[in-house]
């Protein structure tokens, strides 16, 4: 078994606790939404499990092919104001829309609800996305060393194959909008994770709602 294939098998063998280590939170002076502070370096559940799936599957990789591609890469302290910078920026520009901004590390995680993107069992984009996502490209055009984990997730109605396929189709459109904006398809990579990384129960309405999202990891290019 390959070894990422090995540490996500590992990661995902371990409670859900064990993974999100406390976080302390405080008022954002931009937008007054709460953050997690540095201290708790754990992810926020609306980040959800995805967040780390992503960044193991493809984080490494898109960041190798960028650099490959000629973008250039931070290193040492210059990371940590490079993604605080990007973070204020992203909570400006989202504030109000319904898309949650979670710090983890050095990575940024953007959380977008099923109300805000996609129809139930569509992979069209809602029209009031377009400017969510035209809000995303702006900032990270601005800060191009930056690499973008994109995946979808389903709640758990319908047949698993479908789901799996759907939720795939979702991140492929939002990635060919951020395309379509600018974004260097070098720095974007897709994943479609149906059903199986839900961040709340699939047993209520409200639940399979907040299960049907597409999440956004943001990451910087480091050497």
Request: proline share 4%; aromatic share 4%.
């Amino acid at each position: 078994m390959p070894r990422s294939s090995r540490f996500k098998t590992l990661l995902l063998s371990l409670p859900l606790a064990a993974l999100l280590t406390a976080c302390a939170t405080t008022s954002d002076p931009w937008t007054g939404e709460e953050r997690t502070t540095r201290t708790g370096q754990g992810a926020a559940v609306g980040a959800g499990i995805g967040a780390v799936i992503g960044a193991i599957s493809g984080g490494d990789r898109v960041k190798r092919a960028a650099i490959g591609a000629g973008i250039g890469a931070l290193g040492g302290a210059a990371v940590g104001s490079y993604q605080d910078r990007q973070e204020e920026a992203l909570r400006r520009q989202l504030r109000g829309t319904g898309v949650s901004v979670t710090r983890r590390g050095d990575d940024i995680i953007l959380n977008m609800p099923g109300n805000v993107t996609f129809d139930i069992d569509s992979d069209a984009l809602r029209p009031g996305f377009f400017d969510v996502l035209n809000s995303v490209a702006l900032v990270v055009n601005e800060f191009d060393q930056t690499v973008l984990v994109v995946e979808g997730h389903t709640d758990i109605t319908g047949p698993r194959a479908h789901n799996m396929n759907l939720s795939l189709r979702r991140a492929e459109t939002v990635s060919r909008y951020l395309i379509a904006q600018g974004v260097a398809p070098v720095r974007i990579d897709s994943h479609g994770f149906g059903p199986d990384y839900p961040i709340a129960s699939n047993d209520t309405a409200e639940g399979r709602a907040a299960n049907r999202r597409v999440e956004l990891t943001l990451m910087p290019i480091t050497r």
